[in-house]
Nanobody, 114 residues
Framework: VQLQASGGGLVQTGGSLQLSCVVSGSRFTIGTLGWYRQAPGGQRTFVASITSALNTNYARDVLGRFTISRDRYKNEVQLQMNSLKSEDTGVYYC?????????WGQGTQVTVSS
């Protein structure tokens, strides 16, 4: 299985980005897909997840600013990020939940400048 995240970049505070992820190599539709973030020098933390039934869950600090979406029959997931803050800076990874695939893939860098 390969995890390919894209869409990151440099954006000013208050700006928006949309991340995309394609999970290839799985024969089945993955039940729950999610996004994680690793800030510089920090651990990887949960950002958002979405099930194949399109039920969503968000970390408290992104609730109301980020929107996760997917096609329920595809292993692809997006993350619309609005009102970005400097603390959103980090490498964003996609993976399945629970029991994430290894390796995680390279992720995509998001840098929010003030």
């Amino acid at each position: 299985v390969q995890l390919q995240a894209s869409g990151g970049g440099l954006v000013q505070t208050g700006g928006s980005l949309q991340l995309s992820c394609v999970v290839s190599g799985s024969r089945f539709t993955i039940g729950t897909l999610g996004w994680y973030r690793q800030a510089p020098g920090g651990q990887r933390t949960f950002v958002a997840s979405i099930t194949s039934a399109l039920n969503t869950n968000y970390a408290r600090d992104v609730l109301g600013r980020f929107t996760i979406s997917r096609d329920r029959y595809k292993n692809e997931v997006q993350l619309q990020m609005n009102s970005l803050k400097s603390e959103d800076t980090g490498v964003y990874y996609c993976n399945k939940l629970p029991n994430p695939y290894e390796p995680w893939g390279q992720g995509t860098q998001v840098t929010v400048s003030s």
